[in-house]
């Protein structure tokens, strides 16, 4: 009874909260699980997005080599003698008597309409081209991390679909035993009506029948939401169908001497984001260096409104060199060094982590190999056991507990050897996963 009880709590634990009461069913292979879940799945999506953002984002530094041109269109109106003044000269309309001291110190309400075409054009500004190549390391660092995102979701879809063909195994071994228990208890049944065993044996088999009954129930709830939870990684919609897989079987591994490669798409994400804090560094650097820039504005001036004449143009080229800007340009550049640094050393400890957890999960690896060689063997001799105790238990020769025992024990022992398969199955596809390359 205890063993029995202990299968069936495996049984559940195993299932790993995945479920089914579905009315239909759809075939779908794991590489298609893993096609679809790229291609829909939300995660993978939102990676996509920041990538364009932070394209977006090194597009606008564009501007350090392009014109800026601006358009405005000014109305003023002054009793000021000398911007009134100003007003003629601009609209070029100046006579004698506007020299009239009189005049000129009471000019009265002048007005000036002013059309204004401004550009500037960056010549050289080597603090805002390191900039822009920093821009570009991070546009970078987003394309890999997009990269590393569908890595991610595929060892997910793939674990996923693992646990969904667990819960159909998990059903399969739960059925087979329940017809066993059933047949035992028809056999229980026929002695006590012959007076050859007691009412507590029948009784202990019918406890057994309800206790299996009871976890296939769950079994056929964990299918549907195994089901589910792929879906949600595919990027569709759940609803009571649910998909079939193939059968659970060992995924032999082609490449056991995997290493860890510094083309890894999170690696070079890091290392890529160390490029963007050295750009960075450099760029504080450059701040103290002068900048050349040329500017120029063309203007049309009226004294009514939308009227556009007396065209004006200024030109002219600016050379500026900040000496001290009170220690800002290099408490700046101090900054962007430490977290140069910091994603240095982030980096390294990011390497030896990602080593550590391959040497893991071949360790792993090997661990479920061992188990499921154990248990395939434990599975041999629990049948065997069953099948001599059912030969006995027809001659009277052992009791009905050592009978639902044994069978009781195979069944652990099936349920023990899946999950030593799925296990496997879950951590070759994490293998993989550490040791992907870009």
């Known amino acids: 009874m205890k063993i029995m009880k202990t299968a069936i709590t495996l049984a559940s634990t195993i299932l790993l909260s995945i479920t089914v009461q579905a009315q239909n069913a759809q075939y779908i292979s794991a590489d298609e699980a893993v096609d679809i879940a790229i291609k829909n799945n939300d995660n993978i999506k939102i990676s996509e997005l920041d990538k364009k ?13 392009l014109p800026q041109i601006s358009v405005g269109y000014t109305a003023l109106t002054t009793n000021n003698p000398l911007n009134a003044f100003g007003f003629l000269l ?8 506007d020299f009239d001291p009189a005049k000129l110190n009471n000019p009265g309400a002048s007005q000036n309409y002013s059309t204004q075409i401004e550009a500037k054009l960056p010549l050289l500004n080597m603090d805002m081209i390191y900039a822009r190549k920093g821009a570009k390391a991070n546009e970078e660092i987003y394309k890999y991390k997009a990269e590393r995102t569908k890595e991610y979701i595929e060892f997910e879809a793939r674990k996923a679909y693992t646990q969904l063909q667990m819960s159909y195994q998990a059903r399969h071994i739960l059925q087979k035993s329940l017809e066993d228990v059933k047949q035992i208890h028809q056999s229980v049944t026929n002695f006590y009506n012959q007076g050859l065993v007691q009412k507590s044996d029948v009784l202990n088999a019918q406890v057994q029948v309800n206790t299996i009954e ?4 769950k079994a056929e709830s964990n299918i549907q939401n195994a089901s589910d939870g792929l879906c949600l990684l595919m990027g569709l919609e759940t609803s009571r169908d649910v998909y079939t897989t193939d059968s659970l079987s060992q995924q032999v591994s082609l490449y056991q001497d995997r290493e860890l490669s510094s083309s890894r798409s999170d690696i070079m ?5 160390v490029d963007a804090t050295n750009m960075m560094v450099k760029s504080s650097q450059m701040a103290f260096l002068p900048r050349i820039n040329a500017f120029g504005s063309y203007g049309l001036n009226d004294s009514k409104a939308f009227k556009f004449r007396n065209d004006s143009y200024l030109v002219g080229i ?3 060199w900040t000496i001290f800007s009170g220690n800002q340009n290099r408490n700046k550049m101090k900054s962007t060094q430490f977290r140069r640094d910091k994603m240095q050393d982030e980096l390294n400890l990011h390497i030896k982590q990602s080593k550590l957890e391959l040497e893991k999960a071949k360790r792993d690896l090997n661990d479920s190999q061992i188990e499921i060689n154990k248990q395939q063997t434990s599975v041999k001799q629990a049948d065997e056991a069953l099948r001599i105790l059912a030969n006995r238990h027809r001659e009277g020769l052992v009791s009905t507990t050592d009978l639902l025992m044994a069978q009781a024990q195979l069944s652990q022992q099936e349920l023990l050897l899946s999950q030593a398969i799925m296990a496997y199955n879950i951590t070759e596809a994490y293998l993989q996963f550490l040791s992907e390359t870009e």
């Open 269 to 273: 994400s890091l290392n890529k984001a």
């Open 214 to 217: 009871t976890a296939l129930a």
């Open 53 to 65: 953002v932070s394209n977006a984002d090194y597009r606008q530094t564009d501007a350090i080599f």
């Open 318 to 320: 600016n050379l500026s």
């Open 90 to 97: 601009q609209q070029e309309s100046v006579t004698a008597m």
